[in-house]
């Protein structure tokens, strides 16, 4: 599976900006996907998951209530709603699919294809 992520840039504090994830190449609706995100000097971390199917979903505490992820399998995309944000959510986000069972989404060592990120700056 090949990822390419589109929609980031600069939004002030309190803003949004939706994150796309387009995939090509293997089937995407048998691969749960994964958004992750690395903010300089600190480790990947875990964001928000959702199943093949789309009917779960997860989330860092950190995102619960401003952030929401979606898929649609039709078109090959995830997406990542991302609302009331502040400068703490500055990072390169990643997207990330997954043969994997649902305990081990928000592990990015369990990933198994990784799109190159989208810069994502918020100013206070």
């Known amino acids: 599976v090949q990822l390419v992520e589109s929609g980031g840039g600069l939004v002030q504090a309190g803003g949004s900006l939706r994150l796309s994830c387009a995939a090509s190449?293997?089937?995407?609706?048998?691969?749960?996907m994964g958004w992750f995100r690395q903010a300089p000097g600190k480790e990947r971390e875990f964001v928000a998951a959702?199943?093949?199917?789309?009917?779960?979903?997860y989330y860092a505490d950190s995102v619960k209530g401003r952030f929401t992820i979606s898929r649609d399998n039709a078109k090959k995309t995830a997406y990542l709603e991302m609302n009331t944000l502040n400068a703490e959510d500055t990072a390169v986000y990643y997207c990330?699919?997954?043969?994997?069972?649902?305990?081990?989404?928000?592990?990015?060592?369990?990933?198994?294809?990784w799109g190159t990120g989208t810069l994502v700056t918020v100013s206070s």
């Open positions: 190449g293997r089937t995407f609706s048998n691969y749960a």
């Open positions: 990330a699919a997954t043969g994997g069972v649902a305990g081990t989404w928000r592990y990015y060592t369990t990933m198994d294809y």
């Open positions: 959702i199943s093949a199917s789309g009917l779960l979903t």
